[in-house]
C-alpha cells in the first residue's frame, strides 16, 4: 500500500509517495480491517513529522489517515466490560498523591470489595533511574551550549581565582573553553543575548531530542499502565463510582515530585473514560462529589464527625469504634454518596442510613478497612554517642512546601504545617474465613 501527495499543477515539485506498511500479525489485522474495510469513511490523510534521535536527519515522517469511526474495540475488552456491567455495585474511590484507594459494596449489602494502588519498589526504583538520566542529559546539554557560548557566560569564583594566581605568578593566560559562571545579565537579571540566538552543536541537538522522545515513551507508557489499572478496577467493582472533585493541579505546588511519581490524574481520567465505556449497558459511569458537602475523609460512616489532620492516617471513631486505614474509610463512605443531579457535585449528599446499615450487616466490613494502617514513621539515624547525625534532623524538620504555614482545605481542620504523609503501605488480604474479595495493587506509571 502506498500514499501519495499530488505537487499539483501549479508545483514544480514532483509526488510525494510514502509505502505503507500493513500489520502482519493475526492480532493486529482486525485493527486495520475496522479501519480500512470501508473507503468511504476515509476522511483525509496527514503528512507528520516526529522526533527520532536514532534515524538519519534526527526526523521520522508519518502519515497518518483519519476515519470517522468508532475506535476499535476487541473480543475481548467487549466480553470484559460486559462482565463488568453485570454486577450492580457502588464503589468509591479516594484519591491522594500516592495511593488511590477503592472500596465498593454490592445492593443487598452482602459483601465487600477493597483494594489499593501505590508505588511499590520496583517502580521508584524505575523512577528513580529515569530522573537520573534526565539529570544527565540536563547537565551534557548545559556544558554543550556552555561550551559553544563561552562569551555569554562568567567564570566561575574558582575560574577567576586561578586565572588571578597566574597572573600573579607571571605565567601566559590560558583559555577557557567551559565557563561555570552565571549568564551575562543586565541589572535587572535579563540576559544580554536571548537563549534562541545561541550556537547549538549537532550533540546539543541529539541530546534534545532524545530527552523529546523519553519524554514521549514515558507519557505513552503511563498512558498504558493507567488504562490496565482502570479496567481491571471497573471489572471488579462495577461502572459506578463516586470520587470527590479535587484540582489535583494545585496539589502540584504543595508535592510536585509525589505527583510526578505517582500521576493520579491519569488513573482517574484513565477510570472515568473504562467507567463511561461500560455504562453504555449499565451503571452510572464516574461521577465527582464536593469536598463541602461530604468531607469524606473527616467522617465516619456511623455518622459522627471525626476530624483528623492530613498527617494521620489512622481513623478512629470514638462513637461505633471502627479503627481503619484513613483512606479506606473515605473510599467506603463515598461508595454511599448520591448526587440530585450527576453534573453537579454540589449536590452530593452522604446517605448515611445506608452507611449505616452496611456497617452494622456486611460482615468483615471492619476487618477489611482496618488491614492496612499507615506505618510508624522511620526512626532517625543516630551516632555511636547517641545523638542524632544533622542530616537526619535537617530531612525530618523539613517542610514540603515554602511558607511558615498552609492553608486548610474545607474538608481539614486548621493546621499550622503540612507534615508529610501519604505514604501508608498497599492493601493486605484477609483471611479466608471472611467474605471479602480484594483486589491486586496496581500501579498506574513509573
Request: glycine share 8%; aromatic share 4%; proline share 7%.
Amino acid at each position: 500500500m502506498a500514499v501519495v501527495f499530488g505537487g499539483g499543477p501549479a508545483s514544480c515539485d514532483g509526488d510525494l509517495v510514502l509505502p505503507v506498511r500493513l500489520p502482519q500479525g493475526a492480532g493486529s489485522w482486525a485493527h486495520t480491517a475496522h479501519r480500512l474495510a470501508e473507503p468511504r469513511l476515509w476522511h483525509k490523510v496527514n503528512l507528520v513529522r516526529l522526533r527520532a534521535p536514532g534515524v538519519p536527519g534526527g526526523w521520522r515522517y508519518e502519515a497518518h489517515l483519519l476515519v470517522l469511526k468508532a475506535p476499535y474495540t476487541s473480543p475481548s475488552s467487549a466480553r470484559r466490560r460486559l462482565a463488568a456491567a453485570g454486577p450492580d455495585r457502588r464503589a468509591g474511590i479516594d484519591v491522594n498523591v500516592s495511593r488511590v484507594a477503592v472500596v465498593s459494596v454490592d445492593r443487598e449489602l452482602t459483601e465487600v470489595r477493597a483494594c489499593s494502588i501505590t508505588a511499590g519498589p520496583k517502580e521508584r526504583a524505575s523512577l528513580a533511574a529515569e530522573q537520573l538520566r534526565g539529570r544527565r542529559r540536563a547537565r551534557a546539554m548545559e556544558r554543550s551550549r556552555r561550551c559553544r557560548n563561552p562569551t555569554q557566560y562568567q567564570l566561575s569564583r574558582a575560574q577567576q581565582r586561578r586565572a588571578k594566581m597566574r597572573v600573579e605568578a607571571g605565567q601566559r593566560a590560558v583559555t577557557v573553553n567551559l565557563p561555570r559562571g552565571s549568564r551575562l545579565a543586565n541589572s535587572a537579571g535579563v540576559p544580554r543575548q536571548a537563549y534562541h540566538l545561541d550556537v547549538l552543536s549537532g550533540g546539543y541537538r541529539r541530546l534534545r531530542a532524545e530527552v523529546a522522545a523519553a519524554g514521549a515513551a514515558r507519557t505513552r507508557a503511563r498512558d498504558d499502565r493507567a488504562r490496565s489499572c482502570a479496567q481491571e478496577l471497573v471489572w471488579v467493582h462495577g461502572a459506578s463510582l463516586v470520587v470527590e472533585d479535587c484540582d489535583l493541579r494545585l496539589w502540584a505546588r504543595r508535592w510536585g515530585r509525589s505527583l510526578l511519581a505517582f500521576t493520579p490524574g491519569r488513573l482517574v481520567s484513565a477510570i472515568a473514560d473504562e467507567a463511561g465505556a461500560v455504562t453504555t449497558r449499565s451503571g452510572t459511569g464516574l461521577v465527582r462529589a464536593s469536598t463541602r458537602t461530604t468531607a469524606l475523609s473527616q467522617n465516619c460512616l456511623c455518622g459522627e464527625r471525626v476530624p483528623k489532620a492530613l498527617a494521620e492516617r489512622t481513623h478512629r471513631c470514638p462513637s461505633c469504634g471502627l479503627i481503619g486505614d484513613r483512606d479506606l474509610v473515605a473510599a467506603a463512605l463515598a461508595a454511599f454518596v448520591t448526587l440530585s443531579d450527576p453534573h453537579s457535585p454540589g449536590t452530593a449528599r452522604v446517605d448515611y442510613q445506608a452507611a449505616r446499615r452496611a456497617l452494622a450487616r456486611i460482615e468483615g466490613l471492619q476487618a477489611a478497612l482496618s488491614e492496612s494502617s499507615a506505618a510508624p514513621p522511620p526512626r532517625p539515624l543516630r551516632r555511636r554517642d547517641g545523638r542524632e547525625q544533622a542530616s537526619a534532623r535537617r530531612r525530618r524538620a523539613a517542610r514540603r512546601s515554602a511558607g511558615s504555614a498552609l492553608p486548610t482545605t474545607p474538608d481539614e481542620p486548621p493546621r499550622q504545617l503540612a507534615r508529610r504523609d501519604h505514604a501508608g503501605p498497599s492493601l493486605a488480604h484477609a483471611g479466608p474465613d471472611q467474605r471479602l474479595v480484594f483486589g491486586q495493587d496496581l500501579w498506574p506509571g513509573a
